[in-house]
């Protein structure tokens, strides 16, 4: 299983409250919609907290950086192989493409991270 993880900020021209509403329904929407034709197995939006004092707590009690990101976005894959496979044919690029031009309108890509990966599961979902 291949494993696309994005650790994201928002636009600087959009609050809050503006990027999360476009990442939950236009941006939602779109990755639903390319999903087959991308190969998407799955696909999840999370959301931090908004507890400030919780988050800090955490943060403190670990002496971790603080976490200045808007949201983080997984995507998974059967494999590197099928992944690439659905970039090779005109309705994935085009797909991709459509993706990338939206992922554009709300998301501040020059201060995010994102990075390719395999899960090691250690709990199984129960």
Same mark, same amino acid.
């Given at each position: 299983? @291949?494993? @696309? ?6 636009? +600087?021209?959009?609050?809050h409250?503006?990027?999360?509403? =476009? ?10 919609? *390319? !999903?087959?034709? /991308? *190969? ?7 959301? +931090? ?6 988050q800090?707590? @955490? ?5 971790? /950086?603080?976490?200045?990101?808007d949201?983080? &976005? $997984?995507l ?6 099928? =992944?690439? !496979? &659905?970039?090779?044919? +005109?309705e994935?690029l085009?797909?991709?493409?459509a /993706?990338?031009?939206? $992922?554009?309108q709300?998301v501040?890509l020059t201060?995010? =991270?994102l990075?390719?990966?395999? $899960?090691?599961?250690?709990? +199984? @979902?129960?």
């Open positions: 299983m @291949l494993k @696309l993880t994005m650790l994201v900020r928002r636009a +600087p021209q959009l609050s409250m503006e990027f999360d509403h =476009h990442w939950r329904t236009t941006h939602a929407a779109l990755v639903r919609e *390319h !999903a087959e034709v /991308l *190969h998407i197995r799955r696909y999840i939006q999370t959301a +931090p907290l908004e507890n400030a004092g919780l800090e707590a @955490l943060r403190a009690g670990r002496g971790a /950086l603080p976490a200045d990101y949201g983080c &976005a $997984e998974w894959w059967d494999s590197l192989e099928d =992944h690439r !496979a &659905a970039r090779e044919t +005109p994935g085009a797909a991709l493409q /993706l990338i031009a939206d $992922e554009k709300f501040d201060r995010s =991270h990075w390719y990966g395999t $899960e090691r599961e250690i709990v +199984p @979902l129960r």
